[in-house]
């Protein structure tokens, strides 16, 4: 199993990003997956999740209207949207999976700053 996430970068503070996972050996439409962050001195934070294949989305309130979670089934493949970045949503972002076990992919940087 493999999850590479992608798309991070730097945005100004108003600014959006899109990060998206590209997945192999797991079936992103059948199993819970995530995005967590983790900012630098502090814990890794789960950001948005499907819990498994239902399409019931869930956002740490932080996020809630900014960021929005979606998976492509044909490209097997999840997304993170992210609009009106703020300072604080600075951190390297993490794609998850979880079927039997825990997948995790690298990080990606997403830096917000003017």
């Known amino acids: 199993v493999q999850l590479q996430a992608f798309g991070g970068g730097l945005a100004q503070p108003g600014g959006s990003l899109r990060l998206s996972c590209s997945v192999s050996g797991f079936t992103v439409g059948a199993y819970a997956v995530a995005w967590l962050r983790q900012a630098p001195g502090k814990a890794r934070e789960g950001v948005s999740c499907?819990?498994?294949?239902?399409?019931?989305?869930y956002y740490t309130d932080s996020v809630k209207g900014r960021f929005t979670i979606s998976r492509d089934r044909d490209k097997n493949m999840v997304h993170l949207q992210m609009n009106s970045l703020k300072p604080e949503d600075t951190a390297v972002y993490y794609c998850?999976?979880?079927?039997?076990?825990?997948?995790w992919g690298k990080g990606t940087q997403v830096t917000v700053s003017s």
């Open positions: 998850y999976g979880f079927s039997v076990m825990e997948y």
């Open positions: 499907f819990t498994d294949g239902d399409d019931t989305a």
